[in-house]
């Protein structure tokens, strides 16, 4: 018979009782490390992506410099090398 709509069973478990909701315990464990991981490779893609921002800013300021002829082909090659590193 049914249980006030629930489903088979005295809790509605369809045969497991009054346990069910402890299936969701590693279920929520799952998904809460997922998120977890997620925030983080995305906390970590920002980082790289700003430390690139900065890198190219250097480079362009060194081309617009050069291009300006403040600084000689040496130097800026010499320049460039270090950035790149």
Do not use: H, W
């Not at 346990?19 to 997922?34: C, T």
């Not at 430390?51 to 800026?76: C, M, P, Q, V, W």
């Amino acid at each position: 018979m049914f249980c006030n709509g629930l489903g088979y069973g005295r809790f509605g478990g369809y045969g497991y009782g009054g346990a069910g909701f402890l299936m969701m315990i590693p279920m929520v464990i799952i998904l809460l490390l997922v998120i977890y991981f997620v925030y983080k490779a995305i906390n970590k893609k920002d980082i790289s992506l700003a430390a690139n921002r900065t890198s190219s800013n250097a480079i362009d300021i060194l081309n617009e410099r050069f291009a300006k002829g403040e600084i000689s082909e040496e130097e800026y090659r010499a320049r460039k090398e270090q950035l790149l590193k």
